[in-house]
């Protein structure tokens, strides 16, 4: 309850104990009327019931002591109620003030309410006028509770808690105030949910803006104009500015603004605060900001714009009036270019998009709106792929210069590419390669790279670019821009047929001296090399690449490079065996890629997601996740597809579809062999066919197929590749021979980083020594198995050697519940990387996972490891 609601219910109740209640309501603006108060006070009381002695005396204002006496009679009091008594007029201040101090004796109670400002009027009255007063009780600004149910009650529904917090903040808690709101709430119909409380600036009401400009006129044009300026350009970055600020804008002297924030911050419309003086409330602010014209506004932002620049103010805090300044200035647009590219270096791609759609208002010359659309482009990246697609189309299409033009076609058609329109991706490439290729033929070569990377990604197009592929040197390119992406181009061409896996290294780590998503070449050629190392046997480089660029891509605030880089590293957790990273790597750009508009190009994280999935078991997940992405019936042509292929073959056979596997299978290598990928390194398909074979009886056909990717494995010379072949060999064959292919699939994996494929050989190797009648001799084998599975999260393998275990008659140990082998997959690497000392913010963000996940895992390493938090962390994890 506020105080005048307060007073009314006082002298409501005096009336109704039958005392004479004389009420008045100061005005600011009647401070000139002398009296004013005291005319509303006897006014009340009707001629009729007075006689004659009694007018004279009441008519006599500079005797109050003899009008209130005359009023008085034995049965009753009379209580005098004045509301709001420091916009009183000096007369009625002092005739107040002679009546307070002759009551001794009399039946007058005299009751006032005051603002926390300035009178109006006369302030060294006031001042004598206050100890006059027996009894003062300041009333404090309502709290989340009273404002709840005053929400309630106005509203007729109970108030989401996030909607009482931001009425109680925008209102400062002040019961006029929050009344007027909720009142404007109801009128739009708005529910009290927090998508309003959001939304509160426009619930303002005209009316509370009306009585504060009233309010303000009462304290002179030089407070009229400070309190306009400070709401207008209140706000955040800056939610109180300065004095000196506010007198450049308003053209005033800083003297007059700090004397009108002293008087202001007397009233109680703004307060004292860190940076300097503050509205009181939100409400205060817009109510006042939304009396003053819009050319005003206009003219107090570009001013301040000027001077926060010449002061050299960040750009974040000149940008939000840089927005707001009027058009047609041409300072404005070079400022907020400028603040564009700093937002962009920050990772604030919102702010970028706001000052270079602002910026494209104005007038400026072609290959200026061309670098703008470019930069627009690249920032809608990250919210919207078609949108960004419209921009740099227009960008392409006003860029003179071959290095714009050609800058301006790759960001193109990888937005192109990323939407699966690969035909007017291409087109693009074709096309300004061939236009800029007399005037910058570096550029043009530039083009080509992506071009031919991109004929070859599709299986109807790889056949046309592997002549010009085939033929390419690095000699021919000059400079790092271009010997960079034809390195990586180049690292693409040695893992194909006839490639070494030693050129395939050398050639990836020159085209990652730029990291894998070089500031200055937008291009989804980098993902060669990542490849290129995974099949060459280097995982280890990969992830090192990979997450040296995903750390510098965060800072950037990228969506599609953030989800292309976690695309990249879940497939090198798939290599490496990490099948939670592989999981959450491939969930995170999944769901950054639907969240920007992108199209089937996630299919390769859906494909990296769902081997993960199976390889926990969760096959009906599985299912689930391809169907969802229509990924169950005909695949595109996009080589991403090809892994598609092989892990819903993986799906079927274990969920014993073989005929359907099989068919998977050998699609998969149907569709690589197209662009001469179709080797064991890149995707074992010979070996993943065989055993679907052989489970249908083929075993033929099984044999040939692993006759032939051991071949093709012993000659690209890595042997985790060797070793993944030897396992189907071994499983085909059976017996004594097929044990000791096991045996040396084993052998071959126990010193790489590929931990499933050696969990998965230690489980079968181990089952085949079993059924070979040698329990004792397996039950290590599958021991080891077992650890190794659950170390990589491969729940299926793991529950494979725990079944094989106990055909052996062995009862495995239940696991611990306490310790370094109790940690789960998850637990550990959230342990591992708080142990590293990063923070719990900086985990999620690395792993792609919520806040809360990491809390969840650590408190529960915790637990599991005895420890209290993270001071113990690093040496209970290496006991």
């Known amino acids: 309850m506020g105080k005048s609601a307060l007073l009314r219910r006082v002298l409501r109740r005096a009336r109704a104990d039958g005392h004479l209640v004389l009420c008045a309501t100061a005005d600011a603006l009647d401070t000139p009327i002398d009296f004013g108060v005291v005319h509303q006070l006897l006014d009340d009381v009707a001629e009729e019931q007075l006689d004659k002695t009694v007018q004279a005396a009441i008519a006599d204002l500079h005797a109050p002591y003899r009008a209130a006496a005359a009023l008085t009679s034995p049965d009753r009091r009379v209580v005098l109620g004045i509301d709001d008594l420091h916009c009183a007029d000096t007369a009625s201040v002092m005739w107040l003030g002679k009546l307070l101090r002759r009551l001794d004796g009399l039946p007058i109670t005299v009751i006032a309410t005051m603002g926390p400002g300035v009178p109006s009027g006369d302030e060294d009255h006031i001042g004598t006028l206050l100890p006059l007063f027996r009894h003062r009780v300041w009333l404090t600004p309502l709290g989340d509770a009273e404002v709840g149910e005053l929400a309630e009650s106005v509203l007729g529904a109970e108030p989401e808690p ?13 019961p006029a105030l929050l009344h007027a709101l909720l009142r404007s709430i109801r009128t739009h119909g708005a529910a009290p949910d927090a998508d309003t409380g ?14 504060l400009q009233a309010t303000l006129r009462a304290y002179g044009p030089e407070a009229v104009a400070t309190a306009e300026a400070a709401a207008v350009l209140s706000g955040p970055p800056a939610p109180a500015p300065a004095a000196d600020l506010i007198a450049f804008a308003a053209d005033m002297p800083q003297p007059a603004v700090e004397d009108s924030l002293h008087t202001l911050t007397a009233t109680g419309l703004m307060i004292r605060a860190e940076a300097g003086t503050a509205f009181s409330s939100p409400v205060v602010s817009v109510a006042i900001a939304n009396e003053v014209r819009p050319s005003r506004h206009q003219e107090l932002h570009a001013r301040a714009a ?22 047609g200035q041409s300072w404005v647009v070079d400022a907020l270019l400028l603040a564009a590219d700093e937002a962009m270096a920050d990772g604030d791609r919102a702010a970028a998009l706001g000052c270079l759609r602002r910026a494209l208002r104005e007038p400026m010359p072609d290959p200026v709106r061309a670098r703008a659309l470019a930069s627009l482009g690249e920032a809608e990246l990250a919210h919207c792929v078609p949108s960004a697609v419209h921009s740099l189309r227009r960008s392409l299409d006003l860029a003179t210069a071959p290095g714009e033009q050609a800058a301006a076609a790759r960001s193109l058609s990888a937005a192109l590419f990323t939407l699966d329109r690969y035909p007017e991706g291409l087109s693009v490439l074709e096309d300004v390669s061939e236009r800029i290729r007399a005037a910058g033929p570096l550029d043009a070569l530039r083009l080509e790279i992506d071009l031919v990377y991109a004929r070859v990604s599709r299986t109807s197009t790889a056949a046309s670019g592997m002549p010009r592929l085939m033929a390419m040197d690095l000699a021919e390119a000059e400079g790092p821009d271009v010997q960079r992406p034809l390195s990586a181009l180049l690292s693409l061409r040695s893992i194909m047929d006839g490639g070494n896996a030693a050129d395939a290294v050398t050639y990836a780590q020159q085209a990652m001296s730029g990291g894998v998503c070089p500031a200055d070449d937008e291009s989804f050629v980098y993902t060669a090399p990542i490849l290129a190392l995974a099949a060459a046997g280097r995982s280890d480089l990969a992830l090192t690449h990979v997450n040296a660029s995903l750390d510098a891509v965060r800072a950037g605030g990228s969506t599609i490079r953030s989800a292309y880089l976690a695309t990249l590293r879940a497939g090198v957790n798939y290599r490496v065996g990490n099948v939670a990273g592989c999981e959450a790597d491939a969930r995170a750009a999944v769901e950054s890629l639907r969240g920007v508009g992108a199209g089937p190009t996630t299919s390769h994280s859906v494909a990296m997601w769902t081997d993960a999935l199976v390889k926990q078991g969760r096959t009906e997940e599985a299912e689930q996740l391809l169907a969802d992405h229509g990924l169950t019936g005909r695949l595109n042509p996009h080589w991403a597809n090809d892994f598609t292929a092989l892990v819903r073959g993986r799906l079927r056979m274990v969920q014993g579809r073989a005929q359907e596997g099989l068919a998977d299978f050998l699609h998969a290598g149907a569709r690589a062999r197209t662009r001469l990928m179709g080797g064991p390194a890149v995707l074992p398909w ?4 065989a055993l679907a074979h052989a489970s249908l009886g083929a075993y033929e056909e099984a044999a040939a197929l692993v006759e032939e990717e051991l071949t093709l494995a012993r000659a690209w010379g890595v042997p985790e590749v060797t ?4 396992r189907a060999g071994g499983l085909i064959t059976g017996g004594s021979a ?10 071959l994996l126990e010193p790489s980083t590929a931990r499933f494929s ?8 181990g089952a085949l020594v079993r059924q070979n009648g040698q329990p004792s001799a397996a039950r290590n084998w599958l021991q080891q198995a077992v650890s190794v599975a659950e170390q990589c999260g491969a729940t299926a393998v793991a529950g494979f050697a725990q079944e094989e275990l106990r055909a052996g008659g062995y009862r495995p140990e239940p696991r611990g519940s306490h310790g370094v082998g109790a940690l789960t997959r998850s637990e550990r690497r959230v342990a591992d990387l708080a142990a590293e000392g990063l923070t719990n913010k900086e985990i999620a963000a690395r792993l792609f996972v919520g806040l809360r996940t990491v809390e969840v895992h650590l408190s529960n390493a915790y637990h599991k490891l005895g420890i209290s938090g993270r001071a113990g962390l690093a040496d209970a994890l290496a006991a």
């Open 306 to 327: 000027r001077f926060l620049i010449d002061q050299g103010a960040a750009w974040d805090c000149v940008a939000p009036h840089l927005l707001n300044a009027p058009l």
């Open 758 to 765: 050696y969990a998965q050989s230690l489980a079968d190797y």
């Open 686 to 689: 010979r070996s993943e066919a």
């Open 738 to 747: 097929g044990a000791e292919m096991l045996r040396e699939s084993v052998r």
């Open 198 to 211: 959001a939304d509160l600036a426009g619930y303002v009401p005209a009316e509370v803006g009306r009585t």
């Open 162 to 174: 996030d909607f009482v917090t931001a009425c109680r903040t925008a209102t400062g808690g002040i």
């Open 723 to 726: 070793a993944v072949a030897l």
